[in-house]
């Protein structure tokens, strides 16, 4: 029983990190006689890109959505720095307030409007939208410490998930359940996986030799309980 309680088993999940996408730099194109250097990332069924980035002339930075070669939908944006792009298209930024350098907006493109324009207060690590566009996750730095789901049509927020003392990396969503995968770091192994609700579904052994004792026992029990038979730690 005490082994169990220190280190719960878990089954392993099906998660190829290098299916993770990979934000490209250098990416250069001309729109009007302006010359763009962007970073760009493509969605996961490689239909589309988004590309973000400075034109030569300095003005106004831009997203660029593509379809192959061609620019499909651009939008200014001020100073992006991170992105993502879902299977329909929908696009997603973050970027700076001009007068300081912390990622404080989100911004969402979708259907070829701007659906979400709004202030974050924490410093971000990541971002990814659902591959059916519907939703979109970002991970915050310290002291903030969590993982944020937004509704990309109304920007309301759907959960939050903290992970203690950590910066979590949002790695990928997986399966038909749409399980969103974290990481401890960049492009590592999965640490744990979060269902639509913001619930933990999946946590390696890492994950449960970490959590409180004191929830150990409670689910230890409650694996052992006869139906109805409800009891508190």
Not at 63 to 74: C, M, N, P
Request: charged share 25%; hydrophobic share 30%.
């Amino acid at each position: 029983m005490i082994y169990l309680l220190r280190n719960q088993p878990s089954d392993s999940i099906e998660f190829n990190v290098s299916n993770i996408p990979e934000t490209r730099e250098g990416y250069r194109f001309e729109v009007e006689g302006d010359l763009y250097n962007c970073h760009a990332v493509n969605s996961r069924n490689s239909e589309w890109t988004l590309a973000y980035g400075l034109p030569s002339s300095d003005e106004n930075s831009a997203l660029f959505r593509l379809r192959g070669e061609s620019i499909d939908y651009s939008t200014t944006a001020t100073r992006p720095i991170a992105g993502s792009i879902a299977n329909d298209g929908t696009m997603a930024a973050i970027v700076h307030d001009d007068s300081n350098t912390r990622a404080v907006g989100l911004t969402v493109v979708k259907d070829d409007e701007v659906t979400v324009d709004m202030q974050l207060e924490s410093v971000i690590a990541d971002i990814l939208v659902r591959p059916d566009g519907e939703v979109v996750a970002i991970a915050t730095r310290p002291p903030d410490e969590c993982v944020y789901t937004f509704d990309t049509l109304s920007g309301k927020q759907r959960w939050k998930y903290t992970l203690p003392r950590e910066t979590p990396h949002v790695l990928g969503y997986h399966g038909s359940d749409n399980l969103l995968i974290l990481g401890r770091k960049p492009r590592e192994e999965p640490y744990v996986a979060l269902d639509t609700h913001g619930e933990v579904a999946w946590g390696c052994d890492r994950y449960h030799s970490q959590r409180p004792f004191r929830k150990r026992v409670r689910e230890w029990l409650s694996q052992r309980s006869p139906i109805g038979d409800s009891r508190n730690i």
